[in-house]
């Protein structure tokens, strides 16, 4: 059973791409009966802040997948140090006292695309733990293979077999000159103790996964799977951005907007992913029946946008398509949220119903609050398309003596209230399209919706008597 991870750094709310790497993890984890394992990498103390966490775990509880393992990155620093120590024990790292700005003890240096300091591999051990011993800080390196025609290979899930040639690799660092591990040493430390077999992360991770590799197998020998994902860019082809493109990047955008968090899910499982039947909506468990990383392509994803939208059109397409299809009793509770924050106050014994009448045309669940507003109260803004309706020759006369017979008649139901309004309008030698579309004008101020008829049920017979009479 695989054991998959994702591990997000809290330096600002969940963005999209991260989204979809846990998404995909956790595809894979349940379509396979493993473990979905949640780790942040939270060792960057100055970049790391509460309210980022609290952004992450606020966006996954929406989405509403859950992980069987947690942790946290910066409670597991002695594991990191002390694996960091094994590889030096091993000869497969060096201590390196070039003095050197924080800044600069990850980037490569003068000597070469792989070495600071030539002669600093070369010092011997007893050297080096003597000025270790004296407190003289250091930068631990891994001794990346030099001049022995070493390749660094792995097969990745999506991109293929990955190849580069170890003397075209700096010798990275594994420990800071303060102690601290860096990115490299940290993750691969923490998915060796977990016993991570299947990392699945993004695209702009798969030239550090030559480093990984290496690390991996100075550590156990053997090194997990690989799958790294296509990145999801703007219509300018710019990588997605926090700092350039904002809101627009952040899951809770898409929350905020009255996005079902399945719909979301959906559209971000086809942001660089098909089914092999190329179909579009599809339930939790169809994602996860389905999912492979063989239908994964390898170009990037466009997620479309606009300055004046920042939603994705074919997302709101899909959050429609989820809103008309799924249970009912599955869709109340958050119709009911939004209501409520709306102010609104839905009649129960008819919520349901209402609800199945007015969502075949809503692309959000803010519609409910706000184009289905006639439905909870009676306080609603007339369209002028409707007005229109309303203003055509002996409409609303009409319109008021259809509340007066709807009254006098016991039975309210679809059938009775099309026979009485037909009988009207030939009465008045009138077209009943007149009465037809007046009436939904008159009941929803609104132009077009569902079918007439089905407005009076959803309006209910009181009301629907009391809007007629006062138009």
């Known amino acids: 059973m695989p054991r998959v991870r994702f591990a997000p750094s809290p330096t600002g709310y969940l963005h999209i791409g991260s989204a979809r ?10 379509k396979n009966d493993g473990t979905m394992i949640l780790r942040l990498d939270d060792t960057d103390v100055e970049r790391n802040t509460q ?13 509403g997948l859950t992980w069987d393992e947690y942790y ?6 002695d594991l990191h140090k002390e694996m960091a120590s094994r590889i030096l024990a091993a000869g497969l790292a060096y201590r390196d006292f070039t003095p050197a700005q924080t800044d600069e003890e990850e980037r490569a240096g003068d000597a070469g695309p792989w070495l600071f300091n030539a002669g600093m591999r070369e010092i011997s051990t007893e ?15 891994f001794r990346v293979p030099r001049g022995e025609n070493r390749a660094v290979k792995f097969k990745d899930s999506v991109f293929g077999d990955q190849y580069k040639k170890a003397d075209e690799i700096e010798d990275f660092a594994l420990l800071r000159s303060n102690g ?7 993750s691969c430390a923490d998915d060796v103790d977990l016993r991570i077999d299947h990392i699945i992360r993004g695209q702009d991770h798969l030239t550090n996964t030559f480093k990984h590799v290496l690390i991996f197998e100075a550590l156990s020998g053997t090194k997990p799977k690989f799958a790294h994902l296509p990145l999801l860019i703007a219509p300018d082809g710019a990588k997605l951005s926090k700092r350039k493109h904002g809101p627009v990047v952040s899951v809770t955008t898409y929350r ?41 392509n390898r170009s990037n994803a466009v997620v479309n946008f606009s300055d004046e939208d920042p939603i994705d059109p074919k997302a709101q397409w899909l959050n429609g398509q989820h809103l008309r299809s799924m249970p009912i009793s599955e869709l109340l509770p958050a119709v009911r949220t939004h209501l409520e924050a709306a102010g609104l106050t839905p009649d129960e014994p008819s919520f349901a119903f209402v609800v199945d009448t007015i969502r075949v045309r809503y692309t959000s669940l803010h519609d409910f609050a706000t184009k289905g507003r006639p439905y909870f109260a009676d306080a609603f803004e007339t369209e002028s398309a409707a007005a229109e309706r309303l203003d055509e020759p002996q409409a609303r006369e009409l319109l008021r ?9 016991t039975e309210f139901t679809e059938a009775s209230v099309e026979k009485t309004l037909r009988e009207l309008a030939a009465e008045a030698n009138v077209k009943p399209g007149i009465l037809i579309n007046g009436s939904r004008a008159a009941l929803t101020g609104q132009a ?21 009479k006062k138009v």
Request: aromatic fraction near 14%; include cysteine.
């Open 127 to 141: 050297e080096s733990d003597r000025r270790a011993a004296s407190g003289e800080p250091f930068v631990l390196r």
């Open 51 to 63: 309210a980022s966490i609290d952004s992450i775990f606020d966006g996954l509880r929406w989405l």
């Open 256 to 296: 905020d907007a009255g996005f079902l968090p399945q719909a979301y899910i959906n559209f971000l499982c086809l942001l660089g992913w098909s089914p092999k039947n190329n179909r579009e909506q599809m339930s939790l468990q169809e994602l996860i029946d389905a999912f492979s990383f063989s239908g994964v």
């Open 72 to 77: 946290r990155q910066s409670e597991r620093l």
């Open 21 to 30: 790497t846990f998404i995909f993890n956790w595809l894979y984890a349940r």
């Open 180 to 186: 601290m591990p860096t990115y490299h040493m940290a």
């Open 448 to 468: 077009v919706g569902p079918s007439a008829f089905h407005v009076f049920t959803a309006i209910g017979r009181d009301r629907s008597i009391a809007r007629l």
């Open 401 to 409: 003596e259809l509340g007066v017979r709807l009254e006098a008649e």
